[in-house]
């Protein structure tokens, strides 16, 4: 499930840490590859390149099949888009579901015998969300899900009239808070940190490892919170038991000495790092023109949104620290390649990084998670800036061509299925004060907000 098995991931800014146990080659014969969400540190396409071809692979069916068509062009020829609350009965008596959330993550339902596993990964878990799928499923006997937030709001901004630590220590707190409030409505036999053991390794993001939360913190949050339910902290190579409980097949890693740990790990892969760094594409001489034909066609395109958009952008692209700037005022050249002092929003980052995106090698959300970029906001402009995000991840040919896919006929299928869900999230949406976290009204929702719109 989601096999993030070698080198990193989200734009060569998320390592594995503790250190994979396994390779795809060490895996031996796979039968089923499951994958709940798009996200890069999920749908790895280095690791699935190296897994059996023979591997039926199943992915959530949603409004884009673009997962499933990418399986088939690396070598899959079994790939089953699974449909919402579908059941996919497997041979060996295993039955597998999906529940999907929000506009990609998803959820995996599995059951072989008796014995049940509901893997969360990403899946946000709003209280209404768990209490209906608890309508229909027993208490699982293994429940996995994130225990992190992963998302470089805050640790990679500056935002004018807040300070970062209070930000960081309230994040920091809601997810914890939000692992143990889900644990506590599924009432698993074992609870189980999972998904978000990772640790930045390029140089000048190292530091930002330490505001990762371990996976004890979620376990020790849990047990203030619902002492009655179990759990497990499975590090790579470990194994779990439903009958048994924990079996420890794994090297032990030393989570109340990260920092040490990550000292090793980074000078054992440093020539891994150097070569990851070295094959980054670097941007031709033409990149500033490239860049401001990009984004002519994707503000163009998006004019509903423009007027929710930061006024001024500023792009600070490194090593040069040449000023690229947006001016989402003007009618049509909105690029100026100069510095611009009065900015509503200012993003430092590689060159070399933002030419991926601006040329489809990387997806501008994986540019965002990979947390190798610097912001700087005003509290004001934290909506509009989150705005801004939202274009370029969900839609580069235009908010109202989005929208208009709800009436093809995946659109059909996917509404079909999870109407009743999509009128609360719309609900939730207009009653929201801001889309960017934690700017939201606690008021008007229990849950935890949608952290990809």
């Given at each position: 499930m989601d096999p993030w098995l070698v080198g990193p991931s989200n734009g060569n800014g998320w390592w594995h840490l503790p250190a994979a146990a396994a390779t795809p080659e060490s895996l031996g014969s796979v039968d089923y590859v499951m994958i709940s969400h798009v996200h890069n540190d999920h749908f790895h396409i280095p690791s699935l390149k190296r897994l059996p071809?023979?591997?039926?692979?199943?992915?959530?069916?949603?409004?884009?099949?673009?997962?499933?068509?990418?399986?088939?062009?690396?070598?899959?020829?079994?790939?089953?888009?699974?449909?919402?609350?579908?059941?996919?009965?497997?041979?060996?008596?295993?039955?597998?579901?999906?529940?999907?959330?929000?506009?990609?993550?998803?959820?995996?339902?599995?059951?072989?015998?008796?014995?049940?596993?509901?893997?969360?990964?990403?899946?946000?878990?709003?209280?209404?969300?768990?209490?209906?799928?608890?309508?229909?499923?027993?208490?699982?006997?293994?429940?996995?899900?994130?225990?992190?937030?992963?998302?470089?709001?805050?640790?990679?901004?500056?935002?004018?009239?807040?300070?970062?630590?209070?930000?960081?220590?309230?994040?920091?707190?809601?997810?914890?808070?939000?692992?143990?409030?889900?644990?506590?409505?599924?009432?698993?036999?074992?609870?189980?940190?999972?998904?978000?053991?990772?640790?930045?390794?390029?140089?000048?993001?190292?530091?930002?490892?330490?505001?990762?939360?371990?996976?004890?913190?979620?376990?020790?949050?849990?047990s203030s919170r619902h002492p009655n339910v179990g759990s497990a902290l499975l590090n790579p190579g470990d194994r779990l038991s439903v009958r048994d409980g924990k079996t420890l097949l794994g090297d032990p890693f030393d989570w109340d000495a990260r920092e040490r740990e990550l000292d090793s790990e980074t000078e054992m892969r440093a020539d891994e790092i150097n070569k990851a760094i070295a094959e980054e594409e670097q941007p031709p001489p033409d990149c500033f023109e490239r860049f401001a034909f990009y984004f002519k066609g994707i503000i163009s395109k998006n004019w509903v949104l423009r007027r929710k958009l930061p006024n001024r952008i500023a792009f600070v692209t490194e090593p040069e620290d040449e000023w690229w700037a947006l001016d989402c005022t003007r009618r049509r050249d909105f690029a100026s390649r100069s510095e611009v002092v009065d900015v509503s929003l200012q993003i430092r980052l590689p060159r070399?990084?933002?030419?991926?995106?601006?040329?489809?090698?990387?997806?501008?959300?994986?540019?965002?998670?990979?947390?190798?970029?610097?912001?700087?906001?005003?509290?004001?402009?934290?909506?509009?800036?989150?705005?801004?995000?939202?274009?370029?991840?969900?839609?580069?040919?235009?908010i109202l061509r989005d929208r208009l896919r709800l009436f093809s006929t995946r659109g059909r299928r996917v509404l079909r299925r999870r109407y009743s869900e999509l009128l609360r999230l719309v609900r939730e949406r207009i009653a929201r004060s801001s889309n960017r976290e934690p700017y939201v009204d606690a008021a008007n929702s229990d849950s935890t907000s949608e952290r990809s719109i």
């Open positions: 071809k023979t591997a039926t692979v199943m992915v959530p069916y949603g409004l884009d099949p673009w997962m499933a068509n990418a399986l088939r062009e690396i070598g899959f020829n079994r790939v089953t888009e699974v449909e919402h609350g579908q059941t996919q009965h497997l041979p060996g008596d295993i039955s597998v579901e999906n529940y999907q959330h929000g506009r990609i993550h998803s959820a995996y339902w599995l059951q072989h015998g008796n014995e049940t596993v509901l893997n969360l990964n990403d899946c946000p878990t709003p209280d209404w969300w768990l209490r209906e799928w608890l309508c229909r499923h027993p208490p699982p006997d293994v429940a996995l899900s994130a225990f992190s937030y992963a998302s470089p709001f805050p640790v990679c901004y500056d935002v004018r009239g807040e300070n970062r630590e209070h930000l960081l220590s309230e994040n920091v707190a809601r997810v914890l808070d939000q692992f143990a409030r889900t644990m506590g409505m599924l009432q698993p036999r074992f609870a189980v940190p999972f998904a978000t053991q990772y640790g930045f390794f390029l140089p000048g993001c190292r530091w930002m490892t330490s505001n990762i939360p371990i996976p004890q913190a979620a376990l020790d949050t849990l070399a990084l933002l030419f991926a995106a601006l040329e489809g090698q990387i997806h501008w959300e994986t540019l965002y998670l990979s947390n190798r970029l610097h912001i700087t906001v005003d509290k004001d402009d934290l909506d509009s800036e989150w705005q801004f995000w939202r274009m370029l991840f969900n839609f580069p040919e235009g």
